[in-house]
DNA sequence: CCTTGACCTCAAGTGCACTTGAGATCCTAC
DNA sequence: GTAGGATCTCAAGTGCACTTGAGGTCAAGG
């Protein structure tokens, strides 16, 4: 539509680095973890397709959200590094991410519900409050408790059907 | 309501660790930066007050979520950490986590509905795709790209009205 | 051609968040 | 009163995710 910049679909390392605003030395870091994929030209400099630009806004973010770069290499799955992406590569990787995402935003959704629950009921000051004291509610129910916790984890057991 | 075990209110960090799935070393480790605190015995040795276990279960929770422990700490605030917290330490407390959640689960809403975008509107193999490739798209409004990112970011100017 | 800034590799260093180990003390139960 | 497990301190080590530095190459402008 506007084709006054021409840029050869081809950006350099420098040029990932304004775009993401993840720094050159993360951008090599991540292709020795295989994250991101470069072709070189005939001088060994990186050159990127444009797709990747997804792909290290995507890593970007899910580092801010607290997945440690192998659930991110683990996430991206199948989806080919050098090639463009096809459709359904995208549309494996789409479902696989929505899945971590809905599971870290129900963990904060959860998190949220209990903060308001206890300003809300003004049970605060209270030792009977069992979001207070969540053990005591839970010693009855056996040793095992554990209750803010446990439902951020990643399941392994990713079950994708393939 | 149920008297049959009365754990004379101090916790020992061994049963810290087990209520609330954090080690020994790491309780050790939070009360070292202040994050945490305990009461001694004669004998030298760390004894919770029960209100402790809510805020350790924070603290695991919100490392999970991605919050460095700076962060953590300062999301505490004025909330005591060796009397027992009063209701207005808690609720002020309470709102700058549900601040903070709030941020972090917009952030994964917007990165929900955007991969939703792409699969939704089967564009995911066409050139043209701004979300694909978000650079084309803000190419226009300037070099200041950046689209995915700058959403996650925990704002400094807290504004707290104290 | 030459300069200059972007880029290259490889090795080492950094900061966070812990863990591990050594050597000693505590405390509960027999 | 003593054995054994839990706890203590302090120092050093670990893993992740990079960054920094040294020493050198590449590529676009003058």
Redesign the interface.
């Known amino acids: 539509m ?1 084709p006054t ?1 021409e840029p050869d679909d081809l950006l350099t390392i420098g040029e990932m680095s ?4 993840v720094a050159t030395s993360a951008l090599r870091y991540y292709e020795e973890l295989g994250l991101v994929g470069s072709v070189r030209t005939g001088g060994n400099q990186r050159r990127y397709p ?2 990747m ?2 792909r290290v ?2 890593i ?2 899910a ?5 440690p770069l192998s659930d991110v290499k683990e996430a991206f799955g199948d989806v080919p590094i050098e090639s463009t ?3 359904s590569d ?2 494996r990787a ?1 479902r696989r ?2 899945k971590r ?2 599971e ?2 129900r ?3 959860r ?2 519900h209990e ?2 629950g ?2 809300g009921c ?1 049970c ?2 209270l ?2 409050c069992a ?5 005591d509610a839970l ?2 129910i056996g ?1 095992g ?6 439902v ?2 990643f399941p392994e057991g990713d079950a994708e059907r393939s």
């Open positions: 506007n910049h304004h775009r993401t605003g444009r797709h630009l997804r806004s995507l970007s973010v580092k801010r959200l607290g997945m992406p096809s459709h995208w549309q789409s991410w929505k995402l809905e870290r935003r963990a904060i959704e998190l949220e903060l308001t206890c300003i003004g605060l000051s030792k009977a979001l207070l004291n969540p053990d010693a009855e040793p408790p554990r209750r803010l916790e446990d951020t984890e």
